[in-house]
């Protein structure tokens, strides 16, 4: 089956809206220090630009976690393949996140990384595709609410291929 890629936001559209969120990062965050983390791996092309566009001081880390399920589909079971080097205790926390689909994962990691004590604990996300939730999760930083179509590029795969693409897309199947 062939495929391919139509342009759903551009790379200047993406850009231009990561420096808004990373001003409004910097503004929310005045004298303090943010630790990012970085949900591997659709998450970290967003996170680099993120960080390079947030004004007060910046900590990073990185963890993986994986939802069993199939290439496009997650299942709710999720296994955390890396965890984090150190811990969230009195930090001020942001779970930097590719795309919030159904919620089932970042409900779990949300519980699981605020049981850390963290200082606090934010959520911000690429996208966003409401439509899709079946969990209560409360996203403070979006950058797009999307439709329920399946996109890649800026981090996100299918089947590991598209994370290079320097803008969103969606796969077509002809
Ligand atoms: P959720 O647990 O259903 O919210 O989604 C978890 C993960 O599924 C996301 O972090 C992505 O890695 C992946 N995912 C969901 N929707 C898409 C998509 O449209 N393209 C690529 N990956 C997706
Ligand atoms: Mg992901």
């Avoid at 420096?19 to 967003?46: M, N, P, W």
């Avoid at 970042?106 to 200082?119: N, T, V």
């Amino acid at each position: 089956m062939a495929e391919s890629v139509r342009v759903l936001l551009t790379e200047e559209e993406v850009d231009k809206r990561i420096k808004e969120l990373g001003d409004a990062i910097s503004r929310d965050y005045q004298g303090e220090t943010v630790h990012l983390v970085c949900v591997l791996k659709g998450g970290v092309f967003f996170m680099c630009e993120l960080a390079k566009r947030i004004t007060v001081p910046v900590t990073m880390d990185f963890m993986s976690a994986s939802s069993y399920g199939s290439s496009t589909k997650s299942s709710g079971v999720v296994k955390i393949v890396k965890d984090l080097d150190e811990p969230l205790k009195d930090r001020h926390v942001i779970i930097v996140e590719d795309i919030v689909d159904s919620g089932r994962t970042l409900s779990y990691l949300i519980k699981m990384l605020g049981d850390r004590e963290p200082a606090s604990i934010k959520l911000c996300t690429l996208l966003d595709k409401p439509e899709r939730r079946v969990t209560d999760v409360k996203v403070d930083y979006t950058g797009f609410e999307i439709p329920d179509e399946f996109v890649v590029g800026y981090g996100l795969d299918y089947d590991q291929r598209y994370r290079n693409l320097p803008y969103i897309g969606v796969v077509e199947f002809n």
